[in-house]
């Protein structure tokens, strides 16, 4: 089968990753992986980019595939259940409207900038070096610092279901998938 230009997505995942280990304002750039499949769900109404266009489902599919870095088990049928799916996606918003807050404090002067990037909403792993001031307000590298946490843990998670389990695993829990996934349910009606 020929390839295709987005088959080659997953190397944009690693880059991203890459880049914002070396500066943390890099970490914006993620703003693409957040509005592209919420816009392709809304104007399309599918989960085209979850299907064809998501660079870190790419990833696990090669790592865990043609790498073999998988178990190739199936996935417990709980964590493939609405409650669970749904209560991950609501913990998820969770974490991104407290790293929202924080940025604001940041941008309000009320909270210093942290140089930390968060692994698994716990561990604060020091990231000093890939700050190195900016001309813009210190909430604009909170923000950076806070996305890169939200996307590294979840690249994490997916990393280690993808070892588990089948390769592509996290998508089944993915927060993204969830949210395009309800967005199309909502405009076709709910079937």
């Not at 870095?69 to 799916?85: C, T």
């Not at 210190?138 to 979840?154: K, N």
Request: charged fraction near 10%; hydrophobic fraction near 50%.
């Amino acid at each position: 089968m020929k390839k295709r230009w987005y088959d080659y997505l997953w190397i944009v995942e690693l880059t991203y990753m890459a880049l914002g280990f070396f500066n943390i304002l890099f970490a914006w750039l993620g703003m693409v992986f957040f509005c592209v499949p919420l816009i392709i769900s809304l104007v399309w109404s599918t989960k085209g980019y979850c299907n064809r266009y998501c660079g870190r489902g790419q990833l696990f599919s090669l790592l865990g595939g043609r790498f073999g870095l998988s178990r190739k088990k199936d996935i417990p049928k709980w964590m493939k259940s609405k409650w669970f799916r749904y209560g991950f996606l609501i913990f998820f918003f969770i974490m991104f409207f407290q790293m929202l807050w924080n940025t604001y404090l940041v941008f309000a002067g009320v909270q210093n900038l942290r140089q930390a990037v968060t692994l698994l909403w716990t561990f604060k792993l020091p990231w000093h070096w890939a700050y190195h001031g900016t001309f813009f307000s210190p909430g604009v590298a909170q923000f950076a610092f806070g996305f890169y946490s939200v996307m590294l843990t979840s690249t994490m998670l997916g990393m280690i279901t993808m070892v588990l389990f089948k390769p592509r695993s996290w998508c089944v829990y993915c927060p993204m998938g969830t949210m395009t996934q309800l967005i199309c349910k909502a405009k076709s009606g709910g079937q």
